[in-house]
């Protein structure tokens, strides 16, 4: 696999359509302008890497439109070192932006194939800051809990208890909720009892589903 000048041409023009579509943070933009991710794609879609479309990857899941990726990773602000748990690792896009961010990531996928790919990905391209596992994200992650953020990139039926319990005070989960379309919320660990949930637009992600799935 290669990175070549065109594809970092193509990244440069895909910042500008983010940025256009409202997309502010910087230093999310210039994640996005770093990772290739021409190599989270099948070949076959290598062309239009650089879109800012979702594309099917393996066992009938998406790789999130670039847009979305940055929206949700926008709504985190990531701050260096912060431990961040992505329930939904899928091609690993999310996982690599994040921690080009200088995020902690553990991340956790529900289709053993997926997270395999993945897994070896991230050791080709050195992403040393990843952790990924092979689960159900509907528990989280409690062995590594408490996280100051949260990221679920498939939509939920309704917002699992466990990723409420595994946030820090003060920490912060987005999740794409309901059937259909889902909307985003932001939701923010005021105390230990208490959280507070914003909406945050509508969007299209493929089900959070239960329980996990062998090669
Ligand atoms: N973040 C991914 C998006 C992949 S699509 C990327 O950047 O490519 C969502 C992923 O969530 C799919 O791979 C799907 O298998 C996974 N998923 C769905 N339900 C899950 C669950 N309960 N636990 C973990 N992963 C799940």
Do not use: C
Not at 79 to 104: D, M, N, P
């Amino acid at each position: 696999m290669e990175d070549t000048f065109r594809h970092q041409g193509l990244r440069k023009r895909l910042v500008e359509t983010l940025r256009e579509k409202g997309i502010t943070d910087e230093a999310v933009l210039a994640a996005i302008a770093t990772i290739p991710r021409h190599y989270f794609l099948d070949k076959a879609f290598e062309e239009h890497a650089y879109e800012d479309k979702a594309f099917p990857i393996d066992e009938n899941q998406t790789i999130s439109q670039p847009y979305t990726v940055a929206f949700q990773t926008q709504l985190l602000q990531i701050k260096k070192r912060q431990k961040v748990l992505e329930i939904g690792t899928g091609s690993g896009y999310q996982s690599a932006i994040l921690a080009t961010l200088g995020a902690r990531v553990y991340t956790v996928e529900r289709h053993e194939w997926l997270h395999q790919q993945s897994n070896e990905l991230f050791k080709k391209l050195h992403l040393l800051g990843i952790r990924s596992y092979f689960g159900d994200g509907h528990n989280g992650l409690g062995e590594f809990a408490p996280f100051d953020k949260i990221i679920v990139t498939a939509g939920a039926a309704a917002v699992p208890p466990a990723l409420k319990k595994q946030l820090k005070i003060g920490g912060v989960l987005i999740i794409p909720t309901g059937e259909g379309v889902q909307t985003m919320l932001q939701i923010t660990r005021i105390t230990a009892t208490t959280y507070e949930s914003k909406e945050m637009g509508s969007f299209r992600f493929v089900p959070l589903l239960k329980g996990k799935n062998k090669k």
